[in-house]
């Protein structure tokens, strides 16, 4: 849960909460996707980005879902 959690809040409050998390949290693989999806953001990796919304369960690429209006703006943008 604490996965689906940070990505509702991958423009918000992200590092805030991560940095709350335990370290065995932290290393789960879920987690693990929610910081990669994080970095992918940040760094405008939008390869990276999409590729991790084919790799992820459904309910990490719905989640992610939101985030495809902006992601696209950003990228056509540049």
Sequence with gaps: FECYRLLTQLSGQFVAISMQLPPEVISSTEVRFA????????????????????TGTYLQACLLHARFRRVRLRALNR
């Design 35 to 54: 910081i990669d999806a994080h970095h992918a953001l940040e760094d405008c990796n939008w390869y990276r980005f999409f590729h991790l919304v084919r």
